[in-house]
């Protein structure tokens, strides 16, 4: 059973252009989630999402970022005319249903950098 | 809201010396509590999980109990190994669907 997957693993933009962060939950899973790992920092949620909802999205800053999860493919989050600020891990986790007693299983991560 | 406190790094140990890592948290209502750790350039993965008071977590050698009183879940091992090296991160997840973690301690063992 694959885990769960993120791509690209690294990448590099340039202040101004738009960067899209992709997640391929668990098989089964329909409940993805996405946090923020500044540097030096802990995870900070951003948004949770099911299948063509957005559930809470509490975390997410109110300009530039979007997230979706279709009925088909993958999740993706958005950044549009990233700043340097916006450099940072972004991990995704995937859980088969909600419930605080469900563990989230996290992918390896996208690894942002802002030129 | 929410919040997790864990006691800040790095924490520098001999190979098979005991390791405390404490965590604290702040919540309303009966959160489930989570151990994750993360090896260098990769994602986090779940160490343990304990979903309600005084049940205890334990994997590959490491435990740590739901302390209701305390609000409290220290993560314990008895003998480290230099491949325990890695940052570890407290979590809990309350009546939302997110999890709030603190900000990490990273764990260095030595030879």
């Known amino acids: 059973n694959a885990g769960v997957m993120q791509n690209p693993r690294h990448l590099v933009r340039r202040r101004g252009q738009e960067a899209r962060l992709r997640c391929s939950p668990m098989k089964g899973h329909s409940h993805v989630y996405w946090y923020r790992q500044l540097p030096e920092e802990g995870l900070k949620f951003m948004v949770y999402?099911?299948?063509?909802?957005?559930?809470?999205e509490s975390g997410m800053p109110k300009e530039r970022f979007s997230a979706e999860f279709p009925k088909e493919g993958p999740s993706i989050l958005r950044i549009q005319q990233v700043v340097r600020g916006d450099s940072a891990a972004y991990f995704c986790a995937s859980s088969p249903v909600s419930g605080n007693q469900e563990t989230q299983y996290f992918g390896p991560g996208t690894r942002l950098l802002v030129l | 809201g929410d919040s997790v406190t864990q006691m800040e790094g790095p924490v520098t140990l001999s190979e098979e010396a005991f390791l405390t890592i404490n965590c604290t948290y702040t919540?309303?209502?009966?959160?489930?509590l989570f151990w994750y750790v993360q090896y260098p350039g990769e994602g986090l993965q779940l160490l343990l999980k304990a979903t309600k008071a005084d049940d205890k977590g334990s994997n590959k050698g490491f435990e740590a109990t739901y302390r209701k009183e305390t609000t409290s879940f220290h993560l314990e091992k008895g003998s480290v190994q230099v491949s325990d090296s890695a940052v570890y991160f407290c979590?809990?997840?309350?009546?939302?669907?997110?999890?709030?973690f603190g900000t990490g301690t990273q764990l260095k063992v030595e030879l």
């Open positions: 979590a809990l997840r309350g009546g939302g669907n997110k999890l709030t």
């Open positions: 919540a309303t209502g009966y959160p489930s």
């Open positions: 999402l099911q299948k063509e909802n957005i559930i809470d």
